[in-house]
């Protein structure tokens, strides 16, 4: 069992930053891979961006590319995301996700544990 708690969203505005945080329980934390994922008003849940057990291999949806970073840190037991030039479109709750997969995947139904999710509103 491996429980996930984001930090680190709110109110910026647009071209501005954030830095999410994810902290999990448990021993285990480096044997899962870790997604971010977010979800808007009306909108269904999409893939942000996912980085392997160890961090060395890591993946983004073409939207955020560039402009996002996720990493981790095993010691402590937490993902981030990295959020810089931030645009109105981002605005949506973020949601750290922990699963059980060989590399980081792209769909919700993949991952097994979630966290409750954080704000962030991007301001135009």
């Known amino acids: 069992q491996v429980q996930l708690v984001e930090s680190g969203g709110g109110l910026v505005q647009a071209g501005g930053s954030l830095r999410l945080s994810c902290a999990a329980s448990?021993?285990?934390?480096?044997?899962?891979?870790m997604g971010w994922f977010r979800q808007a008003p009306k909108k269904e849940r999409e893939f942000v961006a996912g980085?392997?057990?160890?961090?060395?291999?890591?993946d983004y949806a073409d939207s955020v590319k560039g402009r996002f970073t996720i990493s981790r840190d095993n010691a402590k037991n937490t993902v981030y995301l990295q959020m810089n030039s931030l645009k109105p479109e981002d605005t949506a709750v973020y949601y750290c996700a922990a699963g059980s997969t060989v590399v980081p995947r792209r769909f919700p139904d993949q991952y097994d544990y979630w966290g409750k999710g954080t704000q962030v509103t991007v301001s135009s």
């Open positions: 448990g021993r285990t934390f480096s044997s899962y891979v």
């Open positions: 980085i392997s057990r160890t961090g060395g291999g890591t």
